[in-house]
């Protein structure tokens, strides 16, 4: 059974970055696409962005276009996310989700799709 944990979180100023990783075991990666959802408090999780299990297509949430970016290392088991230009409503916990696909070049990006979960970090950006 794969197991998520999420990875580098923080406090950071507004216009600045921080990079999210999450690190995947028990099965190796490559059997999944993987996707970045957040949960700011009081409102419902959110997806933010999704790769495919071959690392070639991609997809993002338009209040995350050109600011952030997902990759991926199979061989790593590794999946990140790379977030810039980051704004105080970008403040929550960030979650890694990983589904298991047939496909290797589709992308999802709703949360209902996705059945493994990391615990989350907490994303914090000050104004």
């Known amino acids: 059974q794969v197991h998520l944990v999420e990875s580098g979180g923080g406090l950071v100023q507004a216009g600045g970055s921080l990079g999210l990783s999450c690190t995947v075991s028990g099965r190796t990666s490559s059997t999944y696409a993987m996707g970045w959802f957040r949960q700011a408090p009081g409102k419902e999780r959110e997806f933010v962005a999704s790769?495919?299990?071959?690392?070639?297509?991609?997809h993002y949430a338009d209040a995350v276009k050109g600011r952030f970016t997902i990759s991926r290392d199979n061989y790593k088991d590794m999946v990140n996310l790379q977030m810039s230009s980051l704004k105080p409503e970008d403040t929550a916990v960030y979650y890694c989700?990983?589904?298991?696909?047939?496909?290797?070049?589709?992308?999802?990006?709703?949360?209902?799709?996705?059945?493994?979960w990391g615990q989350g970090t907490q994303v914090t950006v000050s104004s």
């Open positions: 989700a990983a589904t298991l696909t047939t496909e290797p070049n589709s992308v999802y990006y709703t949360a209902a799709t996705y059945n493994r």
């Open positions: 790769i495919s299990r071959s690392g070639f297509n991609t």
